[in-house]
C-alpha cells in the first residue's frame, strides 16, 4: 500500500503567515436536518435553517437504552439516531425501533437510500435500515475488529474511509500507530488506498477533494488519493473544518501551544494563540455563515472574528458539550442542564432546560427546526412557540 506520508504532491507549497482578506457571507442551504456529526462533511457544524424566534415548549421526550453512553444525535426527517461510545439507538418519531454495537467514531445518514452508515461491531462499513434499523449491507476496510473508523462519508460516486489503529505492549509503552485513508465504490470494492505510521489523520471533504491534516502538513487529494497539493507547515493538528472558500479551519499546537489556524488554499495563512490555560476540545472548530469561528474549551466558548482576531469568550458554569450555529448567526450551545442561542455579540439566552440532567451534545434542528438536545438520560424534542 503506498504511504500517505512519503507519496509526492503534484504541488506544494510551504504555509506562510499573511493577512487572509474577507470572504464573504456563504449562501444557506443544504440537506435538511444533521445527516452527520458536525453536521456536514465540511465539519463546520452549519446548521441548514434559522433558529426560530420565540420559545420552545416539549414536543416528546423519550429515555435512552441502559449502557448507551450517548455524545451525538442526528437527525433527518422524522428518523432520530443517538450515537453511543460503543452502541446506537435509532428512533422514528418518538418510538425507539433498534438498538445495537458499533465501532468508532463516525456515521452518516443517506436520507435518499433510506439508510445510515456507521462502523458495526467488527468495524465493517455498514448500512442500516433507517426505518427498522436492521443492517442491509457491509464491506470492509484495512485494520481488524479494534480499528478505529474515524471518518466516514459516502458521496455521489465513492465512499471515503479514515481510519486508526494503535497498538501497546509492557515492552514498548509508546504506541505503535498505523492510520489509513481508503475509498470504495458504491459496491464496496477499494478504488485507492493509503497508509502511514504519521499521528491520527484529520479528514473532511470540500466538494471533490479529501482534505486531510497531519503532522506537518495538509494535502488536497483527489478520489485515487493522490496529492494535488499539499501545504507544509511546523504544527499538528488536533481539529479541522473547511468553509465554502476552501479555506482550513485548523486546531493546532506549534511548539506545544494551543492556536487556531485560518489555512487559505494558497498556503497563506493567520494564527490566533489560544489564551493560556484554555484546554480547548480536540474538535472540528464552529464556522459561522459569516466565518466567525467559535472554538470550544471543557467550561467556555472562545470566538476569532472574520478579520481573524479574538473577539468575545463565554465562561460556562457548567461543562460545554457542543455546539451548532444556524443560517442567522446563532451559536446554539449545549452547556451543563441548559440549551443557550448566543447572537454574533456574545449576547446569550436560555431556550431550554433540563434539571438533573446532564446535556451530552451539540443541540441540533430537525427538518422542520424543531431543536433536539441530547442528555446523559434522554432524548428531547422540542417545538418553537
Not at 433510506?114 to 485494520?143: E, K
Not at 473547511?242 to 501551544?257: A, F, I, Q, W
Request: proline share 8%; aromatic share 8%; hydrophobic share 40%.
Amino acid at each position: 500500500m503506498p504511504s500517505l506520508t512519503a507519496q509526492p504532491a503534484t504541488k506544494t507549497i510551504t504555509a506562510r503567515p499573511a493577512t487572509l482578506p474577507p470572504v464573504p457571507t456563504a449562501s444557506s442551504g443544504g440537506p435538511p436536518g444533521c445527516l452527520r456529526p458536525f453536521v456536514n462533511e465540511r465539519l463546520n457544524s452549519r446548521l441548514p435553517l434559522a433558529l426560530p424566534a420565540g420559545g420552545w415548549s416539549s414536543a416528546w421526550s423519550v429515555p435512552l437504552a441502559a449502557g448507551l453512553m450517548p455524545h451525538t444525535v442526528l437527525c433527518s426527517g422524522q428518523h432520530t439516531l443517538v450515537l453511543g461510545k460503543a452502541a446506537f439507538q435509532l428512533f422514528v418519531r418518538a418510538e425507539p425501533t433498534a438498538h445495537g454495537v458499533r465501532r468508532g467514531e463516525d456515521a452518516e445518514i443517506q436520507p435518499d437510500a433510506g439508510v445510515f452508515l456507521q462502523p458495526d461491531r467488527y468495524s465493517r462499513i455498514a448500512s442500516y435500515s433507517l426505518t427498522t434499523g436492521d443492517p442491509a449491507s457491509y464491506f470492509s476496510a484495512n485494520g481488524g475488529n479494534d480499528t478505529l473508523r474515524t471518518f466516514v462519508h459516502r458521496s455521489a460516486s465513492f465512499t471515503v474511509v479514515a481510519s486508526a489503529d494503535e497498538s501497546r505492549s509492557p515492552h514498548n509503552p509508546v504506541p505503535n500507530r498505523v492510520v489509513y485513508l481508503q475509498v470504495f465504490d458504491s459496491a464496496g470494492v477499494e478504488t485507492a488506498s493509503r497508509d502511514g505510521d504519521t499521528g491520527r489523520l484529520r479528514v473532511a471533504m470540500h466538494n471533490a477533494f479529501i482534505v486531510v491534516a497531519r503532522p506537518n502538513a495538509i494535502d488536497f487529494l483527489d478520489s485515487s488519493l493522490n496529492a494535488q497539493r499539499r501545504i507544509e507547515a511546523a504544527m499538528v493538528p488536533h481539529g479541522l473544518s473547511m468553509d465554502e472558500s476552501g479555506r482550513v479551519y485548523l486546531l493546532c499546537t506549534v511548539d506545544h501551544r494551543q492556536q487556531l489556524w485560518i489555512v487559505a488554499p494558497s498556503g497563506e495563512y493567520s494564527s490566533v494563540p489560544m489564551p493560556g490555560g484554555v484546554s480547548p476540545f480536540h474538535r472540528p472548530p464552529i464556522v459561522g455563515y459569516d466565518h466567525r469561528v467559535y472554538v470550544l474549551s471543557l467550561n467556555g466558548i472562545f470566538t476569532v472574528d472574520a478579520a481573524g482576531q479574538l473577539d468575545w469568550h463565554f465562561d460556562a458554569a457548567g461543562r460545554v458539550a457542543g455546539a451548532t450555529v444556524s443560517t442567522d448567526g446563532q451559536l446554539i450551545a449545549a452547556i451543563g442542564d441548559s440549551i443557550l442561542a448566543f447572537n454574533p455579540k456574545g449576547e446569550s439566552r436560555v431556550l431550554c432546560r433540563f434539571p438533573d440532567e446532564q446535556l451530552m451534545a451539540s443541540p441540533v434542528l430537525g427538518s422542520a427546526g424543531e431543536l433536539y438536545g441530547l442528555t446523559d438520560r434522554r432524548l428531547h424534542c422540542l417545538r418553537a412557540t
